[in-house]
């Protein structure tokens, strides 16, 4: 029972994965970025922290825009009228999500900038 029980709770997990994945626009373009990333990590053969910081910053920019579902869904849930506090809670799980890309950015840029800008400059 207890092994069942342990599965199923990772056949949700990647079911809510999944379902962001499938439904949120802006979840896939954080996805194609970091694919997009990955490769250009891989042609420049970043260091195992460096590794580590990359990988780590994705999953937070993901796990981000996914409490940014839960919260909308949540809200969408409580009630169907406009109401300033449900604004309040969407704009916010919004703004969290922008957060965490703007500061993904300046992680991508400290970390690809300079090897980038080095193996540019030797292919001109």
Known sequence: MHRSTF????KYAFSGMWHVLR???????????????????????????EWAII???IGLV???????TVAEAAVD???????PL???????AAGAVLLM???AV????LILGPPLWAALLTMF
């Open 7 to 10: 599965l199923t709770s990772f």
């Open 77 to 83: 849930l409580a009630t169907a009228e406009y109401h």
């Open 106 to 109: 300046v992680v991508g840029l």
């Open 23 to 49: 439904t949120q626009r802006n979840a896939r373009i954080h996805l194609s970025l970091a694919l997009v990333v990955i490769v250009l990590g891989l042609w420049l053969g970043l260091s195992r922290i």
């Open 62 to 68: 993901l796990a981000a825009e996914s409490f940014n």
């Open 55 to 57: 990988v780590l910053t």
């Open 86 to 92: 449900a604004k309040i809670a969407k704009d916010v």
């Open 101 to 103: 890309a703007i500061t």
